[in-house]
């Protein structure tokens, strides 16, 4: 199921194989039992794009390239620069100025990248790079780049060997420029093609609504046309306002009867923090996938006793800011206006826990525990 490539320019970092967790707590708290989350962000960069990067950089260095360039919102990036380097190649990122985590940026720095943060956002980063393509000799290693989408096609594969190829009902995906959810859907449609599995999962992709063109699409055109629109959100690996791989991505959503969702900032940071309670955490963008969840299943679309598992694309320290700027109560300054937002800002209240600083004293130390115990 993957393109050939010559064993001599295999780059690897022994990425895939990422475990397959059951999420005790958000099972309770969704009411969804066998809900299970497949954790793309225990790959050797920490998100999901390593899968597709081993293939596209191997395919580069076996083209004789030299360089290789990617526009980011940060994960692709860190992973190029980092598969770049092990092949031997200069990698060129262009990233959003001050629109990506300091995790992700100080990946592609570590690995070698040469940095260029351009004052646009994703999607003017990656005018830029179309038309240098053109210009020089220069290997495009954004999601279009098809070797890319055959890799991340293993998510899906391993995702069923570990059910004993016993498809689950409902697969989720955050969607930002919708190679992911392209290359998810492939996989099940050539699996069921092969007859690895009899029936094909449900799946459904979410955004953000700040940055939800494909979620327009689908409901306002019914998928006919797609409106570029300026993206905003705090989940940046998903502010997009234009992506790339929309009519892929309709393809898959139609022939798997999945849904698509879009969610607030809000249920984006309380969903995190859910699945950091579950002791499994992930970055912001991932954490779409439990928030639109909860709505597929207030809908009816998901019922309490089918199988659902969460593609999560991204590690809990990719993006520390948020995470200490929730707990901290910080993340959103202003005060809630509308009923529901106040009825979120309580649920997140109970979700949150912010540091405790005390003089060095273990009296202060043992009230503290005290008092935590006794708190709800
Ligand atoms: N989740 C994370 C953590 C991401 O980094 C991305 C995309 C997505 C979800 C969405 O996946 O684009 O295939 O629909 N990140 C890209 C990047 C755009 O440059 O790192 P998608």
Known sequence: ??????????????????????????ARSTGIESLYAKHQGMNPTASFKDTGMTVAASSAHQAGFRWVACASTGNTSASMAAYAARGNMRSLV?????????????????????????RTDFDGC??????????????????????RIEGQKTCAIELLEQFGWDAPDHIIVPGGNLGNSSAIGKALLEMRELNLISR???????????????????????????????????ATAIQIGNPA?????????????????????????????????????????????????????????????????????????KDPDFTIKFHRGDLFPEPPSSEAAKGATLRSKALQRAPIALDADLGAVI?????AETAP
């Open 245 to 317: 791989s929309w009519k892929k991505a309709l393809r898959v959503l139609r022939a798997s009867g999945g849904e698509v969702e879009q969610v607030s900032e809000q249920e984006i940071a309380e969903a995190k923090a859910e699945i950091g309670a579950d002791g499994i955490g992930c970055e912001p963008a991932s954490a779409v996938t439990l928030a639109g969840l909860k709505k597929l299943r207030a809908r009816g679309f998901v019922k309490p006793v089918e199988t659902v598992v969460l593609i999560l694309t991204g590690h809990v320290l």
């Open 94 to 118: 262009l990233i959003p100025d001050g629109k990506i985590s300091w995790g992700k940026l100080s990946q592609s720095l570590d690995y070698g990248a040469l940095t260029v943060q351009l």
């Open 367 to 371: 009230a503290t525990l005290d008092a």
């Open 200 to 234: 094909l999962p449900k799946l459904s992709i979410i955004q953000a609504e700040g940055a939800n063109p494909f979620y327009r699409s689908v409901r306002e055109f019914n998928g006919a046309k797609l409106e570029a629109m300026t993206a905003q959100t705090m």
């Open 1 to 26: 199921m993957l393109p050939p490539l010559g064993e001599e320019h295999a780059i690897t970092l022994a990425e895939g194989n990422t475990p397959l967790y059951h999420l005790q707590r958000c």
């Open 126 to 147: 990656v005018r830029i790079l179309t038309e240098l393509v053109r210009q020089k000799p220069v290997y495009l290693l954004n999601s279009v780049n098809p070797y």
